[in-house]
């Protein structure tokens, strides 16, 4: 996705700093140019060495270098991300101020922007720093976080750098087309846990790595989206509405708050089939045997094709074997237009990976296998089949 692509860093005075060398090698990784601009306060955390070493390419600092540094260096740039941004380089771009090479370049340059912002949480909080990021936000800047928790001097609050790997997704998506511009896309992802006492509970080995790829994927490619998922240690990609549930009653409760707004439904979660009539208020003491009734859980699936109207509705199909015609009966029944059936006993295609080997099928009854692939080219070839189906 970034092969070729010409990318200008610009870093500035915070002890954030570091996280971008990361994000550099991430870049570069995936075949970016990436040219680095360094204001005079961060070149005292990391030298540009540092920088220079990571790039192959000479780090540019002072202003007057060359006489038309700020015109030339933007000039084939396709995208510019300043991480970290501190409070004082927002205000300055906010209030068009040019006093170093990096503000200079900002006013010169005419594609898209990322920044992600660096600094105390009381600084972040200061309502002029708030009214400049929307000033920014209004002529097209994206912002990525900052995050919460522990900060530099000590203190906790909202105002970290993003991590590099976020970072990185916001990258890849600013070269992303937006074909999902406008729509809103619910998802479900993850297991779901029924209680059988405060420490046991019924559940599966779903990872949610799949209904997470979906989400990320439909975010890079301009939608809104929510993600609602049962327990799981996967990190909600930057910019999605997450919902953390626990049991199939509350992913159903999530799924029917949040339906109304969306154009598409995207359900991939592995929802416990079965909870326990009764929990039990305390531990239930070791035993010999105990014996437990079950019930039926909600049927999200279910009740969201029935009340779907003109949405788009994907549901998916895990089974021990490549059961087309169960899969099948699924679509039918639940009313879906399309069906993800996988194979949990195929190498590479069971829970807890990062790859699949999906089998799509259409509500036209067209069958399509494909090949083992990481899950976020899954994803995107799931969105790419909801596409052509009709969206309101």
């Given amino acids: 996705m970034l092969n070729g692509k010409n990318i200008l860093l610009g870093l500035t005075g915070s002890i954030a700093v570091y996280k971008s060398i990361d994000l550099v090698r991430g870049m570069i990784k995936e075949g970016a140019n990436v040219t680095v601009v360094m204001t005079e306060a961060a070149s005292r955390f990391v030298t540009p060495l540092t920088f220079e070493t990571v790039t192959g390419r000479s780090v540019h600092i002072d202003t007057f270098e060359s006489p ?12 510019f991300i300043i991480a970290p941004a501190t409070a004082n ?33 009381r600084m972040y909080e ?3 720093i708030k009214e400049n990021i929307l000033r920014l936000e209004k002529t097209g800047v994206k912002f990525v976080g900052p995050e919460a928790g522990s900060l530099a001097c000590g203190e906790e609050g909202v105002g970290r750098m993003s991590e590099a790997g976020d970072l990185l997704e916001a990258v890849r998506a ?19 846990r029924e209680a059988i006492d405060p420490v046991r509970f019924i559940s599966n080995r779903s990872s949610g790595k799949m209904g997470f790829a979906v989400a990320a994927a439909a975010l890079k490619r301009g939608a809104k989206v929510t993600l609602v998922s049962g327990p799981s240690s996967e990190h909600p990609p930057q910019g999605a509405s997450f919902v953390s549930v626990e049991s199939a009653s509350q992913m159903r409760d999530a799924v029917m708050q949040h339906i109304e707004n969306s154009t598409a439904v995207i359900m991939a979660a592995a929802v416990a089939d079965f909870s326990p009539v009764s929990k039990s208020e305390t531990k239930i003491k070791k035993a010999d045997s105990i014996s437990i ?7 999200i699936l279910q009740e969201v094709g029935g009340k779907k109207g003109s949405r788009i509705l994907i549901g998916f199909a895990a089974e021990t074997g490549k059961n087309t015609e169960k899969a099948k009966k699924k679509l039918k029944d639940k009313n879906l237009d399309l069906i993800v059936l996988n194979d949990v006993t195929q190498k590479g295609a069971g829970f807890d990976v990062d790859t699949n080997i999906v089998t799509i099928i259409g509500r036209g009854g067209e069958i399509t296998d494909y090949p083992l692939m990481k899950k976020m080219d899954v994803a995107n070839i799931i969105i790419d089949r909801m596409l052509q189906l009709k969206m309101r």
């Fill in 68 to 79: 038309l540094s700020h015109i030339n260096l933007p000039r084939d740039t396709e995208l």
């Fill in 89 to 121: 380089t927002i205000s300055k771009l906010a209030s068009g101020i040019a006093d170093n090479l990096l503000s200079n370049i900002y006013l010169a340059y005419k594609g898209p922007v990322l920044i992600a912002p660096a600094m105390n949480y």
């Fill in 126 to 128: 200061n309502p002029i």
């Fill in 174 to 192: 600013a070269f992303t087309q937006g074909d999902l511009s406008g729509h809103n896309i619910l998802v479900t992802a993850g297991p779901t």
């Fill in 293 to 299: 009734e079950l019930q039926k859980t909600p049927d």
